[in-house]
């Protein structure tokens, strides 16, 4: 029975210390991490699990970022190609594109900054108005227009937001290391 005198914490230790597996354990950890501080590798370790430098950049740039580009770039180099009326390209490529990067938007805010919540909102705001507009002029009324476009009625596409979030991946990018692993 243990003294009354000793704190529960006092007692918690002694029943730690006596235990065979995890006294071992504990150990082995306290030397592993302290070892660690004279390498990086507690930086890569860090980095692999999501710690980075701040709250889980390895998520945001795998996760988000990373996805997100390729969303971008893709409907960027179709609206480039975009010349006449292309309904394959513009069902296809651009709608299937703005859904996936509003989709990420959407799913994985959590992983977005405090200061790019707003420009988050604005690139949603951008795709939610066009798959309104292609929903009304190609599914509902089958409209002959030979492009959507959301921008001559208040909803262009920001093209600052983009740059932003652009740079934000070269800034985590460079925080997590010359090539980031994603799981």
Request: proline share 7%.
């Amino acid at each position: 029975m243990a003294n009354k005198d000793e704190t529960r914490s006092e007692q918690i230790l002694s029943h730690l210390k006596n235990h065979r597996v995890l006294s071992p354990m504990i150990a082995a950890g306290v030397i592993v991490f302290w070892l660690s501080q004279f390498t990086t590798s507690l930086d890569t370790l860090r980095r692999f699990v999501g710690l980075g430098t701040g709250p889980n950049l390895t998520g945001e740039y795998c996760t988000l970022l990373v996805p997100l580009m390729v969303q971008l770039d893709r409907t960027k180099d179709a609206f480039d190609r975009w010349k006449d009326r292309n309904l394959p390209l513009e069902s296809q490529t651009i709608r299937d594109g703005n859904l996936k990067a509003r989709d990420l938007l959407e799913k994985h805010g959590q992983l977005v900054p405090p200061e790019f919540q707003e420009p988050r909102r604005r690139l949603i705001e951008h795709y939610d108005r066009w798959l309104e507009e292609y929903q009304k002029l190609r599914e509902d009324t089958k409209s002959n227009e030979p492009f959507v476009f959301v921008g001559p009625k208040g909803f262009p596409f920001p093209a600052d937001v983009e740059a932003r979030f652009r740079a934000r991946l070269e800034y985590v990018r460079a925080q997590l290391g010359d090539h980031p692993a994603c799981p």
